[in-house]
């Protein structure tokens, strides 16, 4: 599975960007997708995660009511719209994918097989 990120950029905080991830195909009927972020001297990590299945969703506990994460049902793409961005938000974020996982295991990097090669977003204050 192959992925392809785009959307990211510059922005100033309190403003608005909308990530997508493309996967290069449906391997897995229970597919989740996601998004992780590292920022500059820091650990990666997880930013959101939604099943390709039922549309299930998770958030970490800093980008909740702010990211939105969605899927398109006909396909294999997913988006991370983020609002009310922050200078913390700044970070390289990279779209995950992976097979079958239970709901506890998505937050864990470990637990992904694909990603893709990030995609730089930057909030100035």
């Known amino acids: 599975v192959q992925l392809q990120a785009s959307g990211g950029g510059p922005v100033q905080a309190g403003g608005s960007l909308r990530l997508s991830c493309s996967a290069s195909?449906?391997?897995?009927?229970?597919?989740?997708m996601g998004w992780f972020r590292q920022a500059p001297g820091k650990e990666r990590e997880f930013v959101a995660a939604i099943s390709l299945s039922d549309g299930a969703k998770d958030y970490a506990d800093s980008v909740k009511g702010r990211f939105t994460i969605s899927r398109d049902t006909a396909g294999n793409t997913v988006h991370l719209q983020m609002d009310n961005l922050k200078p913390e938000d700044t970070a390289v974020y990279y779209c995950v994918a992976e097979g079958t996982l239970i709901r506890s295991s998505w937050p864990n990097s470990a637990a992904y097989d694909y990603w893709g090669q990030g995609t730089l977003v930057t909030v100035s204050s």
């Open positions: 195909e449906r391997h897995f009927w229970r597919m989740v």
